[in-house]
Nanobody, 122 residues
Framework: QVQMVESGGGLVQAGGSLRLSCAAS????????MGWFRQAPGKEREFVAA????????YYADSVKGRFTISRDKAKNTVYLQLNSLKPEDTAIYYC???????????????WGQGTQVTVSA
């Protein structure tokens, strides 16, 4: 059974930093991309960042480029999201996910964690 467990969320002031972790189990994750999404109250879930199975390529939403960094530790089956220069608009529940197959189908056919709350105060 595939499990994704996020941790590291919390309350931080604007300009501060957090590091989110997602521990995965139940499959060979080095063969699959992994990513982070977020959902703010009243908004749709949006893409934040992704990293290929090899770890060589990373992708970011424009809103977080230069502030957030995604990385993975294959030995630990863990993906991280370093959040720097946080803004109040970054407040959301952050989810990690990996596709069952194709990345493009991740929303409908992926493995998702339960989410971790990030709250940024002004």
């Amino acid at each position: 059974q595939v499990q994704m467990v996020e941790s590291g969320g919390g309350l931080v002031q604007a300009g501060g930093s957090l590091r989110l972790s997602c521990a995965a189990s139940g499959r060979t994750f080095s063969s699959y991309a992994m990513g982070w999404f977020r959902q703010a109250p009243g908004k749709e879930r949006e893409f934040v960042a992704a990293i290929r199975g090899s770890g060589r390529n990373t992708y970011y939403a424009d809103s977080v480029k230069g502030r957030f960094t995604i990385s993975r530790d294959k030995a630990k089956n863990t993906v991280y999201l370093q959040l720097n220069s946080l803004k109040p608009e970054d407040t959301a529940i952050y989810y990690c996910a990996t596709p069952c197959g194709k990345w493009e189908e991740i929303r409908a056919n992926g493995y998702w964690g339960q989410g971790t709350q990030v709250t940024v105060s002004a």
